[in-house]
């Protein structure tokens, strides 16, 4: 076996600095991206202009990186931009034809991602549509899931198991008197892989069980969390209103209507792995053919789910690297001003906030002189916030 061919066979991963890099400039493509939707998101935009403009931004950059290698390199939207408004928890990335607009005073979920050589970065994140800070139950629910992805962030470290995370998250969210969504899983991404194996399950409960797995070095994960202020168990109200899906490569089946076929070669050429938006198909009566291609279960529905009206609902999301020195959040986005009713009392709650992301480096190599090198250990150490929230950290001392 030639040493190409080994290296063909050998999974990549963080060992890789080729891979980091890869994961990084997709994260630097993401955050941006995530920058530029909130930025357009203004009271009577048409939430299908702003997806889109989300997607073409993806489009654009990750078009622009490795033009001119040899080998194509596929890169571009890993997850479509989703933007779900108040009690709508996910996947709203609506056609076209869609009139949909967002109004002031409006909770957005904003949730995208994009892949540069299948290597994935993903990233939500919740903005309420309105000046000044936010409070009452909205920013109740926004710190219980900002909250949590803190903790989830010191908890997703090797050693630790997929179930400490679950059970941390709730402990979090019931603290700020809300609910973890129910049915949300945080991943492990690989190569071309949005849905790997190892998994975190938002909530545990009869319905739903995931193998328990332990967290591993040079692994990296998308740390997926839904808070709600209603009960936390989302409904399929319209199929409809369905216009993700990803193709299922492991499923067969002789498609028997000819624009089912049609659109199904469309989307093997154009989207074979990656989760994708009917919209961007050429066929614009592709609901017709896409209703018999999930049938049998060739393509995997992304469900648009709701919660009850009135229930606030917030999304954070981020993707992770366990790097050898430590863990490397690598996509967020800064929060408004929270002032939540709640505060943090909890113990157990305050120990898990106050863990390290980053290990110390082992011995050797003198210290930076003075107080500078201090500091600036300390402050990557205890808190990130500072540079992930605007005011999560100061409203849970």
């Not at 540069?116 to 939500?124: E, L, T």
């Not at 050429?282 to 279960?297: F, S, T």
Request: aromatic share 6%; with cysteine.
């Amino acid at each position: 076996m030639s040493s190409d061919e080994e290296r063909e066979e050998k999974e990549l991963d963080l060992t890789s600095p080729e891979v980091v890099t890869k994961y990084k400039s997709a994260a630097e493509i993401i955050n941006k991206a995530l920058q530029l939707v909130v930025s357009e998101c203004k009271p009577k935009a048409k939430i299908v202009d702003v997806c889109e403009i989300g997607d073409s931004y993806i489009r654009e950059q990750t078009g622009n990186m490795y033009k001119n290698v040899k080998k194509k390199i596929e890169r571009g939207v890993a997850f479509p931009t989703c933007i779900s408004v108040n009690n709508t928890v996910c996947h709203f990335s609506p056609l076209a034809s869609d009139e949909t607009v967002m109004e002031a005073g409006d909770v957005l979920k904003i949730d995208l991602g994009c892949h540069i050589d299948g290597f994935i970065a993903v990233v939500a994140h919740t903005h309420v549509l309105q000046d000044g800070p936010v409070t009452g139950k909205a920013a109740d629910v926004i710190a219980a899931a900002n909250t949590a992805a803190e903790v989830a962030l010191r908890l997703v470290r090797p050693g630790k198991k997929n179930k400490d995370v679950t059970d941390a998250i709730q402990k979090v969210a019931a603290a700020y008197d809300c609910k973890i969504v129910e049915g949300v899983l945080s991943h492990q991404l690989k190569q071309f892989v949005i849905d790997g194996n190892k998994v975190v399950l938002s909530v545990s409960n009869t319905d739903t069980r995931v193998d328990d797995a332990e967290f591993e070095e040079n692994e990296v994960y998308a740390i997926d969390i839904v808070t709600s202020s209603g009960e936390g168990k989302p409904k399929l109200l319209d199929e409809k209103q369905t216009t993700i899906y990803k193709r299922a490569v492991d499923k067969n089946y002789h498609l028997k209507m000819k624009a089912s076929r049609f659109i199904f070669s469309e989307i093997s050429q154009k989207f074979p792995i990656m989760p994708f938006t009917a919209r961007a198909l050429e066929e614009k009566r592709a609901r017709l053919g896409l209703v018999e291609c999930v049938n049998h279960e060739l393509l995997q529905p992304y469900p648009v789910l709701h919660e009850k009206p009135g229930d606030y609902v917030a999304h954070i999301k981020f993707t992770v690297l366990l790097m050898p020195n430590g863990s490397d959040r690598v996509t967020s986005h800064t929060l408004q001003e929270l002032q939540p009713t709640k505060t943090i009392d909890d113990p157990e709650i305050k120990a898990w906030l106050a863990l390290a992301t980053k290990t110390k480096k082992k011995g050797g190599g003198k210290k930076k002189k003075g107080k500078k090198g201090d500091k600036t250990e300390e402050s990557t150490e205890a808190d990130p916030m500072d540079e992930t929230t605007t005011n999560g950290a100061a409203s849970q001392e």
